[in-house]
């Protein structure tokens, strides 16, 4: 099929010989070929959209990207998102296009902008999504602000400390997420002097994204926010126990292990708890060394997800619970090969210790 004939087959052939033309056509690439690539896009039949689109892709120049642009202003849902997708595929072919495009006077287009420089994944979007921050619409800005969390842009850091201190109520919020994604020291000190200055009605949130980073960092400051805020210890906990145990319980003062292990006990004894978070508590547990009541133990110890399972074995045996000793045997005569070796060790431990204490 030659040109001529597929661009002709394109417009007017039947569904199949339109897919096939679609195809043949990236061997040639010019305007007039784009142009009809574009118009296919845009026809009701799938097979032919995807032909379109794959070939779109593998001319992929910044003549293409131009091509495409108009696109995000048709009527039609579907075609404002086949071109969206399409640019954020293409947009290291011309990222001054959607420079450009994100300071088109239309709000919807730079919004778009914003949104396809996020879903590249390229992290020189970072510069112009810094620019947005300064624009006129705020949901221009909070697109840019959802973006450089995406992007993980650590030199956003500054910027979005102060969004979230000084923004509107909305942004504050997207701020906040925006440094939990960003996998830098500079975001987590960010979050922690927040959690210091930062309203009431922002705390869970900031706890939670200090929760989210992971750093044994943010342990001081959110043990003194416990002690401060007791009430918050519902939040406070779940961040701290999906940090590894070994940092929290080293950052933590000797003196204030006791509180913070029964702050632990209590949140596992309540509802809507993720199992990661009762694993981690329960290691937290362990790790502080701080006997707490036992018929959270014996409640654990019965579930039926077998990490859980697990995590209650090792921590009973390093609290050296020998009032969970009648269960453990019932779980050993039950023989879960799963939980059959750190059972027996569990037993083993808290038999010697029996004896040893006689």
Do not use: C, Y
Not at 51 to 66: H, K, M, P, Q, S
Not at 226 to 243: G, W
Not at 246 to 256: C, D, L, S
Not at 287 to 297: A, K, P
């Amino acid at each position: 099929m030659d040109r001529e004939t597929a661009l002709r087959e394109l417009n007017h052939g039947s569904p199949d010989l339109q897919r096939r033309a679609a195809r043949v056509l990236g061997r040639w690439g010019d305007d007039q070929v784009l142009g009809a690539l574009i118009a296919a896009l845009q026809s009701p039949h799938r097979g032919i959209r995807e032909a379109a689109t794959d070939t779109l892709l593998e001319i992929g120049d910044a003549r293409t990207v131009r091509f495409l642009v108009p696109l995000l202003k048709s009527s039609v849902p579907a075609v404002r998102n086949a071109a969206r997708l399409l640019l954020q595929r293409l947009s290291k072919a011309a990222p001054e296009i959607l420079v450009e495009l994100s300071r088109d006077p239309d709000v919807r287009m730079r919004i778009f902008a914003a949104d396809i420089m996020t879903e590249s994944g390229d992290h020189e979007m970072a510069e112009p999504l810094l620019a947005l921050l300064d624009d006129a619409d705020e949901n221009v800005r909070d697109a840019a602000v959802v973006g450089l969390g995406r992007l993980g842009a650590s030199e956003a850091v500054d910027r979005l400390e102060h969004v979230a201190s000084a923004g509107s109520p909305w942004s504050k919020f997207s701020a906040i997420d925006a440094l939990s994604q960003i996998a830098a020291p500079e975001a987590v000190r960010a979050l922690v002097r927040l959690l210091s200055r930062g309203s009431e009605d922002l705390m869970e949130p900031i706890i939670e994204a200090l929760g989210r980073q992971g750093s044994p960092e943010a342990v001081g400051p959110l043990l003194e926010k416990l002690r401060q805020s007791p009430t918050l210890a519902s939040v406070i906990v779940p961040a701290l126990v999906l940090m590894p145990a070994a940092e929290v319980m080293g950052r933590t003062p000797e003196a204030v292990r006791p509180a913070l292990a029964e702050a632990v006990a209590r949140r596992l004894e309540g509802n809507g708890i993720a199992p990661e978070v009762t694993v981690g508590g329960l290691d937290l547990l362990g790790m502080l060394g701080v006997r707490v009541g036992g018929d959270l133990f014996f409640r654990l110890l019965a579930s039926s997800a077998r990490t859980i399972q697990l995590a209650a074995v090792r921590t009973v045996a390093r609290l050296r619970l020998r009032e969970t000793v009648p269960l453990l045997r019932q779980l050993q005569v039950q023989g879960d090969p799963v939980l059959l070796r750190d059972v027996q060790a569990a037993l083993d431990l808290m038999t010697q210790s029996g004896k040893e204490s006689l």
